[in-house]
């Protein structure tokens, strides 16, 4: 198992940048691919973007695509999202989460872990 905490999150107005960040504990962290997940009120989770073990290949949910950067660093047992461009509509808690795939995945029962989410709040 591994342990994940969330942080960054805050108020930040539309156009503006943000950088969320995901701590993980244990000794194994790049033994697992990486997910960021979001969840507004009153809606469904959703999937963010995904990083795979090395950091090599990434995934991105079309709505976030070309605004966000999924990226990790082994060394320090942290993966990051940098979101810039941001929306009104991109307002959740965001979640960071493990996963044992090979590769990536956007689905939600392939994570095993999570972290306990961060606020992101995006001002029109």
């Known amino acids: 198992q591994v342990q994940l905490v969330e942080s960054g999150g805050g108020l930040v107005q539309a156009g503006g940048s943000l950088r969320l960040s995901c701590a993980a504990s244990g000794r194994t962290f790049s033994n697992y691919a990486m997910g960021w997940f979001r969840q507004a009120p009153g809606k469904e989770r959703e999937f963010v973007a995904a990083i795979g073990r090395s950091g090599i290949i990434n995934y991105y949910a079309y709505s976030v695509k070309g605004r966000f950067t999924i990226s990790r660093d082994n060394a320090k047992n942290t993966v990051y999202l940098q979101m810039n461009s941001l929306k009104p509509e991109d307002t959740a808690v965001y979640y960071c989460?493990?996963?044992?795939?090979?590769?990536?995945?956007?689905?939600?029962?392939?994570?095993?872990?999570w972290g306990q989410g961060t606020q992101v709040t995006v001002s029109s």
């Open positions: 989460a493990a996963s044992s795939v090979v590769g990536t995945s956007r689905y939600e029962s392939d994570y095993g872990n």
